[in-house]
T-cell receptor, first 114, second 112 residues
Framework: DVKVTQSSRYLVKRTGEKVFLECVQD?????MFWYRQDPGLGLRLIYF???????EKGDIPEGYSVSREKKERFSLILESASTNQTSMYLC?????????????FGNGTRLTVT | AQSVTQPDIHITVSEGASLELRCNYS??????LFWYVQSPGQGLQLLLK??????LVQGIKGFEAEFKRSQSSFNLRKPSVHWSDAAEYFC??????????FGAGTRLTVKP
Protein backbone atom coordinates (compact mmCIF):
# COMPACT_ATOMS: atom_id res chain seq x y z
CA ASP A 1 0.00 0.00 0.00
CA VAL A 2 1.24 3.45 -0.87
CA LYS A 3 2.12 5.55 2.11
CA VAL A 4 2.33 9.33 2.07
CA THR A 5 3.60 10.62 5.37
CA GLN A 6 3.33 14.20 6.54
CA SER A 7 5.67 14.95 9.40
CA SER A 8 3.19 16.75 11.65
CA ARG A 9 -0.53 16.33 12.22
CA TYR A 10 -0.94 19.60 14.11
CA LEU A 11 1.34 22.60 14.12
CA VAL A 12 1.09 25.97 15.85
CA LYS A 13 3.43 28.73 14.75
CA ARG A 14 3.77 32.44 15.33
CA THR A 15 3.41 35.14 12.72
CA GLY A 16 6.69 35.74 10.93
CA GLU A 17 8.18 32.33 11.65
CA LYS A 18 9.63 30.21 8.86
CA VAL A 19 7.68 26.97 8.69
CA PHE A 20 8.66 23.70 7.06
CA LEU A 21 6.07 21.07 6.18
CA GLU A 22 7.58 17.76 5.15
CA CYS A 23 6.07 15.05 3.00
CA VAL A 24 7.55 11.66 2.17
CA GLN A 25 6.14 8.97 -0.11
CA ASP A 26 7.41 5.42 -0.29
CA UNK A 27 6.31 4.27 -3.75
CA UNK A 28 8.71 6.02 -6.11
CA UNK A 29 5.99 8.29 -7.48
CA UNK A 30 7.08 10.92 -9.96
CA UNK A 31 4.47 13.56 -9.16
CA MET A 32 3.96 15.25 -5.83
CA PHE A 33 1.58 18.02 -4.83
CA TRP A 34 0.87 20.46 -2.03
CA TYR A 35 -2.69 21.67 -1.48
CA ARG A 36 -4.38 23.67 1.17
CA GLN A 37 -7.96 22.85 2.11
CA ASP A 38 -10.28 25.51 3.47
CA PRO A 39 -14.05 25.29 4.04
CA GLY A 40 -15.96 26.46 1.00
CA LEU A 41 -12.82 26.73 -1.11
CA GLY A 42 -12.01 23.07 -1.63
CA LEU A 43 -8.44 22.00 -2.29
CA ARG A 44 -6.31 24.70 -3.82
CA LEU A 45 -3.06 23.77 -5.52
CA ILE A 46 -0.03 25.55 -4.09
CA TYR A 47 2.86 23.86 -5.90
CA PHE A 48 3.51 20.59 -7.67
CA UNK A 49 6.54 18.71 -8.88
CA UNK A 50 6.88 16.08 -11.59
CA UNK A 51 10.54 15.22 -11.05
CA UNK A 52 13.43 15.80 -8.70
CA UNK A 53 14.39 19.48 -8.54
CA UNK A 54 11.44 20.36 -10.80
CA UNK A 55 8.66 22.50 -9.42
CA GLU A 56 5.69 24.31 -10.85
CA LYS A 57 3.48 26.97 -9.32
CA GLY A 58 -0.10 26.12 -8.73
CA ASP A 59 -2.92 28.57 -8.23
CA ILE A 60 -1.84 30.11 -4.91
CA PRO A 61 1.96 30.03 -4.62
CA GLU A 62 2.35 33.43 -2.98
CA GLY A 63 4.01 33.19 0.41
CA TYR A 64 5.14 29.62 -0.20
CA SER A 65 8.12 27.84 -1.70
CA VAL A 66 8.94 24.17 -2.19
CA SER A 67 11.92 21.88 -2.37
CA ARG A 68 12.31 18.50 -4.04
CA GLU A 69 15.89 17.39 -3.63
CA LYS A 70 14.99 13.68 -3.52
CA LYS A 71 12.25 11.87 -5.37
CA GLU A 72 10.50 10.69 -2.22
CA ARG A 73 10.44 14.02 -0.38
CA PHE A 74 8.55 17.20 -1.17
CA SER A 75 8.80 20.04 1.32
CA LEU A 76 6.56 23.08 1.60
CA ILE A 77 8.09 26.20 3.11
CA LEU A 78 6.23 29.18 4.48
CA GLU A 79 8.88 31.87 4.31
CA SER A 80 7.21 34.15 6.88
CA ALA A 81 4.03 32.66 8.27
CA SER A 82 0.95 34.83 8.38
CA THR A 83 -2.45 34.28 9.99
CA ASN A 84 -4.10 33.85 6.57
CA GLN A 85 -1.98 30.75 6.09
CA THR A 86 -3.83 29.00 8.90
CA SER A 87 -5.25 25.99 7.08
CA MET A 88 -5.18 22.23 6.51
CA TYR A 89 -2.27 21.33 4.25
CA LEU A 90 -2.44 18.15 2.20
CA CYS A 91 0.42 16.48 0.40
CA UNK A 92 -0.28 13.99 -2.38
CA UNK A 93 1.66 11.83 -4.78
CA UNK A 94 0.89 10.16 -8.08
CA UNK A 95 2.51 7.63 -10.35
CA UNK A 96 2.87 8.45 -14.04
CA UNK A 97 0.86 8.13 -16.22
CA UNK A 98 -1.78 9.70 -14.05
CA UNK A 99 -4.67 7.80 -15.60
CA UNK A 100 -3.33 4.55 -14.15
CA UNK A 101 -3.57 5.37 -10.47
CA UNK A 102 -5.31 7.77 -8.10
CA UNK A 103 -3.78 10.53 -6.05
CA UNK A 104 -2.50 9.24 -2.73
CA PHE A 105 -2.92 11.74 0.08
CA GLY A 106 -1.17 12.16 3.37
CA ASN A 107 -3.21 12.62 6.55
CA GLY A 108 -2.77 16.38 6.42
CA THR A 109 -1.15 18.97 8.64
CA ARG A 110 -3.44 21.39 10.41
CA LEU A 111 -1.40 24.57 10.74
CA THR A 112 -2.44 27.40 13.01
CA VAL A 113 -0.57 30.69 12.78
CA THR A 114 -1.11 33.00 15.72
CA ALA B 1 -8.08 31.07 -11.54
CA GLN B 2 -10.25 28.14 -10.71
CA SER B 3 -10.47 25.78 -13.68
CA VAL B 4 -13.06 23.54 -12.10
CA THR B 5 -16.43 24.85 -11.01
CA GLN B 6 -18.86 23.07 -8.73
CA PRO B 7 -21.89 25.36 -8.71
CA ASP B 8 -23.61 23.77 -5.72
CA ILE B 9 -21.99 24.32 -2.34
CA HIS B 10 -24.51 22.20 -0.44
CA ILE B 11 -27.16 19.74 -1.56
CA THR B 12 -29.72 17.89 0.57
CA VAL B 13 -31.50 14.81 -0.72
CA SER B 14 -33.72 12.22 0.89
CA GLU B 15 -32.45 8.71 1.33
CA GLY B 16 -33.43 6.64 -1.70
CA ALA B 17 -33.73 9.66 -3.97
CA SER B 18 -31.54 10.18 -7.01
CA LEU B 19 -28.55 12.48 -6.94
CA GLU B 20 -26.73 14.63 -9.46
CA LEU B 21 -23.72 16.77 -8.57
CA ARG B 22 -22.57 19.26 -11.16
CA CYS B 23 -19.04 19.93 -12.35
CA ASN B 24 -17.84 22.22 -15.13
CA TYR B 25 -14.29 22.66 -16.34
CA SER B 26 -12.68 25.38 -18.42
CA UNK B 27 -9.80 23.77 -20.35
CA UNK B 28 -9.89 23.86 -24.13
CA UNK B 29 -8.69 20.36 -24.84
CA UNK B 30 -10.23 17.27 -23.34
CA UNK B 31 -8.87 17.04 -19.85
CA UNK B 32 -8.58 14.11 -17.52
CA LEU B 33 -11.56 14.27 -15.13
CA PHE B 34 -12.08 12.80 -11.68
CA TRP B 35 -14.51 12.68 -8.81
CA TYR B 36 -13.26 12.25 -5.23
CA VAL B 37 -15.24 11.87 -2.01
CA GLN B 38 -14.23 12.95 1.47
CA SER B 39 -16.22 11.60 4.41
CA PRO B 40 -16.12 13.62 7.64
CA GLY B 41 -12.69 13.43 9.23
CA GLN B 42 -11.40 11.17 6.47
CA GLY B 43 -9.08 11.47 3.52
CA LEU B 44 -10.09 11.73 -0.12
CA GLN B 45 -11.11 8.63 -2.01
CA LEU B 46 -11.29 8.32 -5.80
CA LEU B 47 -14.81 7.52 -7.02
CA LEU B 48 -14.21 7.45 -10.76
CA LYS B 49 -12.22 8.94 -13.61
CA UNK B 50 -12.53 9.75 -17.30
CA UNK B 51 -9.72 9.91 -19.83
CA UNK B 52 -11.17 8.90 -23.17
CA UNK B 53 -13.61 6.53 -24.79
CA UNK B 54 -17.08 5.91 -23.44
CA UNK B 55 -18.39 9.17 -22.01
CA LEU B 56 -20.37 7.40 -19.28
CA VAL B 57 -18.05 6.04 -16.64
CA GLN B 58 -18.88 3.79 -13.73
CA GLY B 59 -17.25 4.15 -10.38
CA ILE B 60 -17.30 2.67 -6.92
CA LYS B 61 -20.23 2.76 -4.50
CA GLY B 62 -22.78 2.84 -7.34
CA PHE B 63 -21.73 6.23 -8.72
CA GLU B 64 -21.45 7.12 -12.38
CA ALA B 65 -20.50 10.27 -14.26
CA GLU B 66 -21.06 11.50 -17.78
CA PHE B 67 -18.61 13.59 -19.76
CA LYS B 68 -20.32 16.09 -22.06
CA ARG B 69 -17.82 17.95 -24.20
CA SER B 70 -20.40 20.39 -25.58
CA GLN B 71 -21.26 21.52 -22.06
CA SER B 72 -17.75 21.18 -20.57
CA SER B 73 -19.36 19.15 -17.83
CA PHE B 74 -18.69 15.99 -15.88
CA ASN B 75 -21.67 15.49 -13.59
CA LEU B 76 -21.77 12.80 -10.95
CA ARG B 77 -24.93 10.73 -10.51
CA LYS B 78 -26.33 8.04 -8.30
CA PRO B 79 -29.81 6.54 -8.78
CA SER B 80 -30.54 5.93 -5.09
CA VAL B 81 -28.67 7.67 -2.30
CA HIS B 82 -27.81 5.93 0.96
CA TRP B 83 -27.28 7.68 4.30
CA SER B 84 -23.62 6.66 4.16
CA ASP B 85 -23.17 8.81 1.03
CA ALA B 86 -23.27 11.96 3.15
CA ALA B 87 -19.86 13.52 2.52
CA GLU B 88 -18.12 16.21 0.55
CA TYR B 89 -17.59 15.56 -3.14
CA PHE B 90 -14.83 17.08 -5.20
CA CYS B 91 -14.49 17.24 -8.95
CA UNK B 92 -10.90 17.41 -10.22
CA UNK B 93 -9.25 18.03 -13.55
CA UNK B 94 -5.79 17.46 -14.97
CA UNK B 95 -5.08 19.19 -18.25
CA UNK B 96 -1.77 17.52 -18.89
CA UNK B 97 0.02 14.63 -17.34
CA UNK B 98 1.38 16.54 -14.37
CA UNK B 99 -1.04 18.68 -12.43
CA UNK B 100 -4.36 18.10 -10.68
CA UNK B 101 -6.80 20.83 -9.71
CA PHE B 102 -9.92 20.50 -7.59
CA GLY B 103 -13.22 22.28 -7.40
CA ALA B 104 -14.53 23.93 -4.25
CA GLY B 105 -16.56 20.86 -3.36
CA THR B 106 -20.23 20.04 -2.83
CA ARG B 107 -21.38 18.98 0.60
CA LEU B 108 -24.09 16.32 0.47
CA THR B 109 -26.57 15.89 3.31
CA VAL B 110 -28.88 12.86 3.25
CA LYS B 111 -32.25 13.15 5.01
CA PRO B 112 -33.75 10.01 6.53
Amino acid sequence: DVKVTQSSRYLVKRTGEKVFLECVQDMDHENMFWYRQDPGLGLRLIYFSYDVKMKEKGDIPEGYSVSREKKERFSLILESASTNQTSMYLCASLRQPLYNSPLHFGNGTRLTVT
Amino acid sequence: AQSVTQPDIHITVSEGASLELRCNYSYGATPYLFWYVQSPGQGLQLLLKYFSGDTLVQGIKGFEAEFKRSQSSFNLRKPSVHWSDAAEYFCAVAHNNNDMRFGAGTRLTVKP
